[in-house]
């Protein structure tokens, strides 16, 4: 049985700007399926895209893109191959003013390659498929801001590249657009095979619609995983909401090795001692007159990962 390559492998990648570092020494080996790349603005990820896309060769170190080197200044030909394999929607709108949408797409994929014939009916495929069909003949800079956030999606969908760099791609949108986008998202990857990277530095993005998460900060990888483990469940961790004058309550968990590690809208943050049974909770609360309201797990954020990770 054959292998399938790694999505993206990365070995000690660097990119300087003269004094400024915005890649230092990245290591990374990525399987396919739906990644985000996780960090705050400044971090590197717009930089990491388009290395990944060949529009910048790295100061050193290699890479590959499904067994696929990295091209460099002068190496249009590895360069091509890359943009074959790859759909890029950029973070900013990119539009060409005065085409419409089927236009502007249908030129995107002559650029990739496609003869015009090809480029036209995938155009047609694609808008439909995004729910801009009766838009198509509409000049885009008269699109909506969700609009065209699709037909970017569009342009990067044309021909049908196994693998998708997606630049912040729910900027500008309401809460409607954004879920509308992500449920796109989800659905390429999960419906149509596609590997994405969607790098964002919107933790919830993220957590809606990827597998793995990779952490940048200051140019340097912090962390990598899947995120249902990175996720994890804190055993000795809940939440408690109680209701009565619970000072009886409080110094009785304390006593026994409860510790509440803070309070915020009059939750408790709490940690028990190990071989803790939960029914202590009812059984104290009934002896102090105290209604327990709500017992929860404090699950682990993705926010609390992340800060850690950068922290």
Not at 101 to 123: D, I, K, P, T, W
Not at 270 to 294: D, K, M, Q, Y
Request: hydrophobic share 45%; proline share 5%.
């Amino acid at each position: 049985m054959e292998l399938m390559p790694d999505l993206i492998r990365l070995e000690s990648i660097s990119r300087t700007f003269g004094a400024v570092v915005a890649l230092d020494g990245v290591t990374l080996s990525l399987p396919p399926g739906r990644i985000g790349v996780l960090g705050p603005n400044g971090a590197g990820k717009s930089t990491l895209l388009k290395l990944l896309m060949g529009l910048l060769p790295p100061t050193g170190g290699s890479g590959f893109v499904l067994d696929q080197p990295l091209g460099g200044d002068n190496d249009t030909a590895a360069n091509w191959r890359l943009r074959q394999l790859i759909g890029f929607m950029p973070e900013a709108d990119a539009l060409v003013p005065g085409l419409t949408g089927v236009e502007y797409v249908a030129l995107a994929g002559e650029l990739y390659g496609m003869s015009r014939r090809q480029a036209q009916r995938r155009a047609h495929e694609v808008l439909s498929y995004l729910e801009l069909e009766e838009a198509r003949y509409r000049r885009v800079e008269q699109y909506s801001a969700g609009m065209k956030q699709r037909v970017k999606l569009a342009q990067a969908l044309v021909h049908d590249p196994p693998v998708l760099l997606l630049d912040e791609p729910t900027s500008g949108l309401d809460p409607a657009g954004r879920d509308a986008m992500l449920r796109l998202v989800g659905e390429l990857g999960t419906d149509h095979g596609k590997s994405v990277l969607l790098s964002t530095h919107l933790l919830a993005d993220v957590q809606a619609v990827c597998e793995r998460v990779v952490i940048i900060a200051g140019g340097k990888v912090r962390g990598v995983g899947e995120v249902h483990e990175l996720l994890a469940v804190r055993a000795d961790r809940f939440k408690l909401r109680v209701q009565g004058e619970a000072d009886g309550f409080r110094a009785q968990l304390t006593a026994r090795g409860v510790a509440v590690l803070g309070e915020q809208n009059g939750e408790w943050q709490i940690r028990v001692p190990a071989g803790w049974a939960n029914a202590e909770f009812f059984r104290l609360a009934e002896a102090h007159a105290v209604t327990v309201r709500s017992l929860r797990r404090d699950d682990e954020t993705l926010e609390e990962v992340f800060l850690k990770s950068v922290g």
